[in-house]
C-alpha cells in the first residue's frame, strides 16, 4: 500500500551531506515530497525531515540504505499520526478584489501574522500542519495568490 | 563533527610537513606497500613523495587510469586489504569511474586518491577542473574532499577504516593541490574511535533451524559473501548436516571447491543444469553472502514462489531488497554460521547422486571448442593459479567449466560486468603473488578495450598467460541478436585483422595462434617465465553459453 510517511535522520552538518541524502532517493527513482533541513543543538549535526510517498518496500529500501550512509548518524521512522510535525509557510497575496478587513480575517482565523505589506499586496505567515495549509492556500486562491513558500515538514516524535 | 571522530592527538612530529608528504606517511602507517596510479599535474607534489619513498612503496604505472583501478581491485580482493590507487583531477580522475564502479558492484575495499586544483578555484572549470566527487556519489561507500590539510590525515585513516568494515566498497579522497603543498603536524599515533560495529543479528536462530530441520530439499546458494570471508569449509559442513547441495554465484566460485561432490557449480542465467535444477527443485533456499542480482534470479517476481529462503548477508540493505526472506540473518558470516552449526542437528538426508555434475577433466577431443580449451589451460595449471577473466561468453564459458578449488582464483567482474576488467586485474593479481603466473581468459572484443595494458606487464615482467578467445564478434550480444533480434547482426561483427600474436610481441610480450588442443598444450608449456604470452585460439563465431 503507498502512503506518505516521514523519515528523520540527524546527519554530519557538513557540505555534500544533502547531495547523498537526496542522490539515494534519486538513484531508486523515489520522489521526495519535501525535505527540510537544519543545524541541530549541536552544530556538529544536522537533522533532515524528509516526506515522501511510498509502499512497505520503499521505506524499508530508503531506511535500510540511508542508514549504510557514513554521514548519517541516525535515521527514524516518525509515525505520520503521531508524531508532532508542523509546516511554515509564506503567502503573497494581491490585495485588490477583497478589502484589507477580509483578508486579515482569513489570515487570524489561521492563526496567521502578517509579515510584510503595501499598497498592493500582503504577505502572511501560516503555520501548522499541512492540511491547514493547504486550505488556506485554497482560500486564497479567490483573493489571488502572488508566491508561496512552505518549508516542508518538520517533525519529531511524540513523547521523549 | 571532525574532532568527535579523534580521540587522541599526542605524539605530534614538532615539524609541521607537507599534505602530500602527510599522505604518503599515512598510507605506510596503513600498511600500504603498493600503490597503482598515474601523475598529472594536480598530483606531481603526491608523486615527489613517492619518489622520496619509493624504497617503502612501490609505484605502478598502468597504461590508463581504468587500468590502475582494475589492477588494485584485484590487489585487494587477494592481498585481502584495501588497496590504493592514485590519479590527477579531470580526465585522471573521470577514467577511474568505471574502475570505481567495479568496486562497489563487487564490494571490494580500494581507496581511490584523486587530486584536483586548489579549494579556492573549485568549481571554476579550470583547467581539469571536475567535480570527481560528484561524479562518483553514487558508486562509493563514502566519499571526501579535503578541504583543509588538518583534516587530511584522519580522513585517510578513516576511508580505510570504513573501506574495510563491514561489506568492503571504495571509498575516494579528493586532495586539491593546494591541500598537497600546505603544511601541518602529522601524529604517528593518531587513533580513530572504534567504528560503531553492527553485531551480527542472531535472533531467528531458532527460526533459520526449524526451517532447515523441516525442509526436505535444502539448497545451498553460496555467494561473494562466502568469498570474501573463506567460510566455504563451514558451508562445506552445512551441506553435510543437511544434505543440501551447494551452488555459487559468479561471485561465490571457489568459495567450495569445485571438486566437493556436493557442489553442483555455477546457478542462476548461464549456471550449470544441476545447480539451477537444485535450486528450482528445492523447499528451501539457504542463501549466503548473495544479493539475488537479477543474473542470478531472473525474473524476482517468480524467483522461488513456492520455496522458503533463508538470507544470510552482512548488509541489512539487502535484506528484502531483491527477494523477501523467510528468514533473514543479518550479519557477518564467520559468527553466524558457527552459530548455525552448533544449533542444527545432522539430518543426513541422503543425497541423490544423480544430481552431481562432473566437468570434463580433459579436453574431449582436439578440437578448439571453448570448453576444451578450458579444460586443457585448467588442466595445465594448479588449483592456486588465479585466474582473471574479462566480460561476455568466455566469462560464462570459465564460470561453468573451469574447476575453481580455492576462494580468490576466479577474479571477474561481476556486478558491474565492465569489459576490459582482465588484464588490469592480471596485473594486479600477479603483483600481489610476488609476480607469479596468471591467467587470464579473454574475448578479442574485451581484450581490445585495455590491452594496452600488456605495456604495465611487460615492464613489471608478469608471466601472464592470456588465452584469447577470437571468434570475430561480441559474441554474448551476437548471441542475443541470433536469439531474440532474428540474427540482425547489428555492429557486433568485429572486421578486424588484427594480429594478436604480432601484437603481444609489438608490446614486448610474445604470442602465438593455436588451431587445435595439442598445439594448445604445446603453447602453455613454451610460456615464458617473464613477461605475458598471449594464445590466439580462434572459435567459431556461433559457439554459444548454454542457458539453463
Not at chain 2, 558508486?139 to 570504513?162: G, N, P
Not at chain 2, 517476481?301 to 533473514?328: L, M, R, W, Y
Not at chain 2, 592480471?426 to 585495455?450: C, E, I, P, Q, W
Amino acid at each position: 500500500m503507498t502512503e506518505k510517511f516521514i523519515v528523520g535522520i540527524i546527519v554530519s552538518n557538513h557540505f555534500g551531506v544533502l547531495n547523498r541524502v537526496a542522490g539515494l532517493y534519486a538513484k531508486r527513482g523515489y520522489n521526495i515530497d519535501s525535505l527540510a533541513v537544519g543545524e541541530t543543538e549541536d552544530p556538529a549535526y544536522s537533522r533532515m525531515t524528509i516526506v515522501s510517498t511510498g509502499d512497505e518496500y520503499m521505506r524499508s529500501q530508503v531506511l535500510e540504505q540511508l542508514n549504510k550512509l557514513h554521514d548519517v548518524k541516525m535515521v527514524v521512522l516518525l509515525d505520520s499520526e503521531t508524531a508532532v510535525s508542523i509546516e511554515h509557510m509564506l503567502v503573497k497575496l494581491k490585495l485588490g478584489k477583497e478589502s484589507k478587513t477580509t483578508i486579515s480575517e482569513l489570515i487570524n482565523s489561521y492563526a496567521g501574522n502578517v509579515m510584510d505589506f503595501g499598497e498592493d499586496f500582503i504577505t502572511a505567515e501560516i503555520s501548522g500542519a499541512s492540511e491547514k495549509l493547504e486550505r488556506f492556500i485554497e482560500q486564497a486562491r479567490e483573493i489571488g495568490i502572488l508566491e508561496v513558500c512552505r518549508s516542508g515538514l518538520i517533525s519529531v516524535k511524540q513523547g521523549i | 563533527m571532525y574532532l568527535t571522530a579523534i580521540t587522541t592527538c599526542v605524539n605530534f612530529i614538532n615539524m609541521k610537513i607537507t599534505g602530500a608528504d602527510i599522505l604518503i606517511k599515512e598510507l605506510m602507517r596503513q600498511g600500504v606497500d603498493t600503490v597503482f596510479g598515474y601523475p598529472g599535474g594536480y598530483v606531481i607534489d603526491i608523486y615527489d613523495e613517492l619518489y622520496k619513498n619509493a624504497d617503502n612503496i612501490r609505484h605502478i604505472l598502468p597504461a590508463s587510469e581504468q587500468g590502475a583501478a582494475f589492477a588494485a581491485n584485484a590487489y585487494a580482493r587477494i592481498t585481502d586489504k584495501p588497496s590504493v590507487v592514485l590519479a590527477t583531477g579531470g580526465p585522471g580522475a573521470t577514467n577511474l569511474v568505471t574502475g570505481i564502479a567495479a568496486a562497489y558492484l563487487d564490494s571490494v575495499a580500494v581507496i581511490f586518491i584523486t587530486g584536483n586544483v586548489s579549494v579556492p578555484m573549485l568549481g571554476q572549470d579550470s583547467f581539469q577542473d571536475i567535480d570527481i566527487v560528484g561524479c562518483t556519489l553514487p558508486i562509493v561507500k563514502h566519499s571526501y574532499i579535503v578541504k583543509d590539510i588538518c583534516h587530511l590525515q584522519w580522513i585517510i585513516a578513516e576511508a580505510f577504516q570504513i573501506a574495510n568494515t563491514g561489506r568492503k566498497g571504495p571509498v575516494h579522497i579528493d586532495i586539491p593541490k593546494n591541500v598537497q603543498q600546505g603544511t601541518y603536524d602529522y601524529d604517528p599515533n593518531l587513533k580513530l574511535s572504534e567504528p560503531a560495529k553492527r553485531h551480527s543479528d542472531l535472533s531467528a536462530l531458532d527460526k533459520a533451524v526449524s526451517l532447515i530441520e523441516k525442509s526436505k530439499r535444502p539448497y545451498i546458494y553460496s555467494g561473494g559473501g562466502v568469498t570474501a570471508t573463506n567460510t566455504g569449509d563451514l558451508i562445506i559442513k552445512l551441506s553435510e548436516m543437511t544434505g543440501a547441495p551447494i551452488g555459487m554465484s559468479l561471485m561465490g566460485i571457489g568459495s567450495v571447491p569445485a571438486s566437493y561432490y556436493n557442489n553442483l557449480g555455477m546457478s542462476g542465467m548461464f549456471g550449470t543444469e544441476a545447480a539451477v535444477t537444485a535450486m528450482r527443485e528445492a523447499d528451501l533456499i539457504i542463501a549466503l553472502g548473495v544479493r539475488f542480482s537479477d543474473r542470478a534470479t531472473g525474473s524476482a517476481g517468480k524467483f522461488a514462489e513456492n520455496t522458503s529462503v533463508i538470507h544470510i548477508d552482512i548488509d541489512p540493505a539487502e535484506i528484502g531488497k531483491n527477494i523477501q526472506p523467510d528468514v533473514c540473518l543479518c550479519g557477518d558470516l564467520r559468527d553466524i554460521l558457527p552459530a548455525l552449526l552448533e544449533k542444527l542437528s545432522d539430518m543426513q538426508l541422503s543425497i541423490d547422486e544423480k544430481k552431481q555434475t562432473r566437468i570434463s577433466e580433459s579436453p574431449r577431443s582436439d578440437n578448439l571448442t571453448p570448453q576444451n580449451i578450458i579444460s586443457a589451460v585448467n588442466g595445465h595449471y594448479d588449483e592456486n593459479t588465479v585466474v582473471t577473466t574479462d566480460v561476455g561468453q568466455h566469462q560464462m564459458w570459465v564460470a561453468q567449466n573451469y574447476r575453481f578449488e580455492k576462494p580468490k582464483t576466479l577474479l571477474s567482474s561481476g556486478g558491474l560486468g565492465a569489459m576490459g576488467y582482465g588484464l588490469g586485474a592480471g596485473v594486479g593479481a600477479s603483483l600481489a603473488h610476488g609476480g607469479k603466473r596468471t591467467v587470464l581468459f579473454t574475448g578479442d572484443g574485451s581484450f581490445l578495450m585495455n590491452l594496452s595494458e600488456l605495456k604495465t606487464a611487460v615492464t613489471h615482467k608478469l608471466p601472464i598467460t592470456i588465452i584469447l578467445f577470437n571468434n570475430g564478434t561480441l559474441g554474448m550480444v551476437r548471441q542475443m541478436q541470433t536469439l531474440s533480434f532474428d540474427k540482425h547482426y547489428s555492429s557486433t561483427t568485429l572486421e578486424n585483422n588484427t594480429d594478436y600474436p604480432a601484437l603481444a610481441k609489438a608490446f614486448g610480450a610474445a604470442g602465438c595462434t593455436v588451431n587445435n588442443i595439442t598445439e594448445l598444450k604445446d603453447a602453455l608449456e613454451k610460456a615464458p617465465l617473464d613477461r605475458p604470452y598471449l594464445i590466439e585460439c580462434k572459435i567459431d563465431i556461433d559457439e554459444i553459453v548454454e542457458t539453463s
